[in-house]
């Protein structure tokens, strides 16, 4: 096999082995200020949790059977069962190189991929290393993995999903970024022909990857035909200040000039000044996670209660894993977003890495957090109103969620 990447750039960047590693490291790099300690719990503790593919339905649990999700990593959802049969036929072993190990089963896979215990977010992000160079640079395999998230959602009740990856970490040999966003784009037509879901793309930078920044916002601007409706940042903030790099605040200005939908990781390894820098520098309309801002009450209560213009994307299993709040579910901040009537919606994050459903998300709201049937189906709603579809579809999206308002008891 040749370079995981295509373009010059790219392939010097892949000359460095250690890249996804340093990525992560970057990920992660944040003063003493925003760091969370989360004590350690035992995969008996969290059994209950430990979802299977097969979740409870969603006329079960909370009565309606239409959801919609906003934060999905799709580099970061790709089913088990794919990995291993692309690594079969691509001849890629699914690895851990720091370990030797080899995952050849099913059983294998899950137990190497998935985290169980809450941790940080290196840890969580390890996983990345080790599945990426399976799946990146075949076109096919790009299609494959967005036609079967497809129905995995159906399965699940999905109707609307919004996938978000960095092109560039799934390009290689003759595949470019471009090619990337096409046969995401082939993948999601064929599934919502076959299955009824409507997905599109966010298109990511990653903090640590300066070379493909600038790049980010020109794929966003001319392949808005191939499904991509935004743009995002993943990565951690830098320091007490908590800044954004100087090019990162660049494309996401450039995206609100022209009109390019705009949401933000902030706020789950950062605090409540990287929600700010990525709402007044970055013109944020999303905020991917946002826990943190739990931290400083004024500013919650200015900008998230009084004001409901910006939508808080919340991954609560992801939330505890990543180490981004502390294992106390009733106590969790999407309790407090709902009694507060917060604009939030909740999502999966990484299922790779979590093995984690819709359904079992909306499980754990209900019978851990606390929510209520409406209070979960108000986070339908509120998704359905954040999404970035065009004005017209997002209207139908919204009318089909206000249709399957539960009846209250």
């Not at 080790?130 to 036609?147: D, N, S, T």
């Amino acid at each position: 096999m040749g370079n995981l990447f295509s373009s010059p750039v790219e392939s010097a960047l892949h000359s460095d082995p250690k890249i996804i590693e340093n990525v992560q490291k970057n990920m992660i790099h944040e003063s003493s200020e925003t760091m969370v300690s989360v004590p350690p719990v035992s995969l008996e503790d969290l059994k209950e949790f430990d979802f299977p593919k097969a979740g409870c339905t969603p006329l079960s649990l909370i009565g309606y059977d239409f959801q919609v999700e906003l934060h999905l990593h799709l580099d970061g959802a790709v089913r088990f069962e794919t990995l291993l049969d692309v690594s079969k036929s691509r001849g890629i072993p699914i690895k851990n190189d720091k370990t030797g190990e080899v995952a050849t089963t099913i059983d294998e896979v899950k137990k190497m991929l998935i985290t169980h215990t809450p941790a940080d977010l290196a840890l969580v992000l390890a996983p990345f290393e080790i599945f990426l160079p399976v799946v990146r640079g075949c076109a096919h395999v790009v299609e494959r993995i967005a036609y079967e998230l497809c129905e995995d959602q159906h399965n699940n009740g999905v109707v609307y999903f919004e996938g978000r990856y960095a092109p560039h970490l799934l390009s290689g040999d003759d595949l470019d970024a471009a090619g990337v966003i096409a046969a995401v784009k082939k993948g999601f037509d064929r599934g919502e022909k076959d299955f009824g879901v409507k997905a599109r793309s966010i298109l990511c930078a990653i903090r640590g990857l300066d070379a493909f920044t600038e790049q980010i916002i020109t794929l966003a601007s001319d392949l808005k035909h191939l499904g991509v409706v935004g743009i995002d940042v993943a990565g951690s903030a830098h320091g007490a200040d908590e800044q954004y790099e100087p090019n990162v605040v660049t494309i996401f200005q450039e995206a609100y000039k022209l009109g390019i939908h705009r949401t933000v990781h902030a706020g789950e390894s950062g605090g409540p000044k990287e929600m700010k820098r990525a709402l007044t520098d970055m013109h944020a309309e999303r905020i991917g996670h946002g826990y943190r801002v739990m931290r400083e009450p004024d500013f919650y209560r200015e900008r998230f209660v009084e004001d409901k213009s910006i939508h808080l994307e919340a991954c609560p299993y992801s939330s505890v894993m990543t180490g981004a709040v502390e294992l106390d579910w009733k106590h969790h901040p999407v309790a407090t977003w709902a009694a507060d009537d917060v604009n939030f919606s909740l999502s999966r994050d990484d299922p790779t890495c979590f093995g984690n459903t819709m359904n079992s998300e909306l499980k754990l709201a209900k019978e851990s957090i606390g929510l209520t049937t409406h209070q979960l189906w108000k986070a339908q709603l509120n998704a359905a109103h954040a999404c970035f579809l065009p004005e017209d579809e997002k209207q139908q999206l919204i009318e089909q969620i206000k249709n399957a308002e539960p009846a209250q008891i």
